[in-house]
């Protein structure tokens, strides 16, 4: 069998050189070199030049269109870094709530100490062998958070035993996630009721905002990005459906609104519109109306 053969990879180049190359090989406006050093030396070319995939010329997909700079691109970067700050305290205000309204719901039909308990859950296959999966998680993070005032504590006076309260806390979001995917019905609807959401509803929003939380904390691309988790918005809302953030921000907004977190995230996000011009919020998946929309109007 012939042995496959890979292209060699690229050879490091400067800044200055990076700077010619996206002028004389990409067809990128760029005015000042020392303007684009200063510029590259503070997002990755590779990072940076991800934002104008949608900017490409559609006969020569290695060209930028006309007028296209290289500060388009970092506005681009500016306004995406802006929008994954405004949306994180939205999406910590989620998580520790349904933090509260997981344990609380645990404790008070299965005791404080039930959720280690797999009989407690759903008894399919894969429900079970996730449940085991999440208490091996959690005391990998018990072992690892050692040093907390709180796990000590729990150590050195109760032997290591975690009520569900203090054990939630040291639960990611994805394992959050999880945990709630597992509970019996009766418990989910428990949980639910109090989003005005059914258990498969919430379920959805609670995986779409683990995904965006994800790509916010991890320094990801938000702006003209496909989300791959999409949350179950009402049928009045099926305009506004698709495979970008906006769908997910309007869920929690149903879900949770009324707490000040939205006014400012949307306040934050009109501001980053006016600031940065060639962010096109059809690119995000926001409507013309996403801002009454997001407000409750």
């Known amino acids: 069998m012939p042995q496959k053969t890979f292209a060699p990879v690229k050879p490091a180049r400067s800044y200055e050189e990076q700077a010619r190359r996206l002028m004389e090989a990409h067809g ?3 005015g000042d070199i020392g303007h684009a050093r200063e510029i590259l030396s503070t997002v990755n070319y590779y990072r940076l030049t991800t934002y104008g995939k ?3 010329r ?19 970067y500016c306004f995406d870094m802006g929008l994954r700050h405004a949306l994180l305290p939205v999406l910590e205000f989620f ?7 997981l344990s609380y719901r645990l404790a008070m039909a299965h005791g404080s100490a039930g959720y280690a308990s797999a009989e407690l859950f759903r008894q399919d296959k894969q429900s079970l062998g996730l449940h085991k999966s999440l208490m091996n998680k959690f005391k990998i993070e018990v072992r690892r958070q050692g040093d907390l005032p709180f796990v ?3 150590k050195v006076k109760y032997g290591g035993q975690f009520p569900i309260w203090v054990a939630v806390e040291l639960f990611s979001f994805g394992m959050l996630a999880q945990l709630y995917d597992i509970m019996t ?16 509803a919430l379920a959805a929003l609670i995986h779409a905002a683990v995904g965006v939380r994800n790509i916010c904390a991890h ?5 003209n990005q496909t989300i791959e988790d999409q949350p179950v918005l009402p049928p009045e809302y ?10 997910t921000l309007l869920a929690l907004r149903l879900a949770t609104g009324g707490n000040p977190v939205y006014d400012e995230m949307r306040q934050r996000i009109a501001a980053l519109f006016t600031q940065y011009p060639q962010a096109e919020p059809a690119r995000c998946g926001f409507p013309p109306e996403w801002e009454s929309l997001l407000a409750g109007a």
Do not use: N
């Open 28 to 30: 990128l406006g760029i």
């Open 54 to 56: 949608h900017l490409r």
């Open 58 to 76: 559609p006969d020569d997909p290695e060209r930028f269109l006309p007028g296209v700079t290289l500060d388009t691109l970092y506005g681009l």
């Open 95 to 101: 998580e520790v709530q349904l933090r509260a309204r």
């Open 152 to 154: 000590r504590h729990h």
């Open 185 to 200: 019905e009766e418990d989910q609807w428990a949980v639910s009721r109090e989003y005005r959401m059914e258990p498969e």
């Open 219 to 223: 320094y990801g691309r938000l702006y």
């Open 238 to 247: 099926a305009q506004v459906a698709g495979d970008r953030v906006f769908p």
